[in-house]
């Protein structure tokens, strides 16, 4: 049973676009919810926190509905510097985070 | 801005050979992890250690695989035996001591390819 799920993806958009990504988890349990961004060989970077009242962050806007335990994330006006793979993940406190396998993203000019 | 630095960068190893990866927590956390990554896969969660002892761990971290903090700030991951599917990226995070503070930052992993 795949605890987290993502948008299989990729999704090739041009510069300017708004891109939405969605993200499933099957763990009621689960208390936190991150957005995460991982580029190319590197480590998974923390892009933002999801709350509950949903949270904007410059371009970035994320959604969290616990009743249908379903997680987004909105970008707008994309740049060539936000392709990078997107990982969801959420976790119980204190507990391991639980990634999803990620959604990639490629911005073109 | 402090960060989690991981060392070797990359590590290549003969099977059966025993390896041991090192990180460098950020200093005042008190929550240290090991993840794992293996090539298009996504990234798993092996073990998590506070107060100087395992406080979870998966599946995959089984006798082969042990953690030691041995001073005040390196945190080492040791496979014993290494097998071809222990080659992956492996990324120590560390988190703060805090009840309202669950995010976990990441060093730049290391990279180990087992022959």
């Known amino acids: 049973r795949k605890e987290v799920e993502q948008d299989p993806g990729p999704f090739n958009v041009p510069e300017g676009a708004t891109v939405a990504f969605n993200c499933t988890y099957s763990?009621?349990?689960?208390?936190?919810f991150f957005w995460y961004r991982q580029d190319c060989r590197k480590e998974p970077k923390l892009l933002m926190s999801?709350?509950?009242s949903g949270n904007e962050d410059g371009r970035f806007t994320a959604q969290l509905n616990r009743a249908s335990q379903y997680i987004s994330l909105l970008i707008r006006d994309s740049k060539l510097s936000d392709s990078a793979t997107y990982l969801c993940?959420?976790?119980?406190?204190?507990?391991?985070?639980?990634f999803g396998k990620g959604t990639t993203l490629s911005v073109s000019s | 801005e402090p960060e989690v630095t991981q060392t070797p960068s990359h590590q290549v190893t003969q099977m059966g050979q025993e390896v041991i990866l090192r990180c460098v927590p950020i200093s005042n956390h008190l929550y240290f992890y090991w993840y794992r990554q293996i090539l298009g896969q996504k990234v798993e969660f092996l073990v998590s250690f506070y107060n100087n002892e395992i406080s979870e761990k998966s599946e995959i971290f089984d006798d082969q695989f042990s953690v030691e903090r041995p001073d005040g700030s390196n945190f080492t991951l040791k496979i014993r035996s290494t097998k071809l599917e222990d080659s992956a990226m492996y990324f120590c995070?560390?988190?703060?001591?805090?009840?309202?503070?669950?995010?976990?930052?990441f060093g730049p992993g290391t990279r180990l390819l087992v022959l």
């Open positions: 763990n009621s349990a689960s208390q936190s």
């Open positions: 999801v709350y509950s």
């Open positions: 993940v959420v976790n119980q406190a204190g507990t391991a985070l639980i």
């Open positions: 995070a560390s988190k703060e001591d805090s009840l309202n503070q669950e995010t976990q930052y």
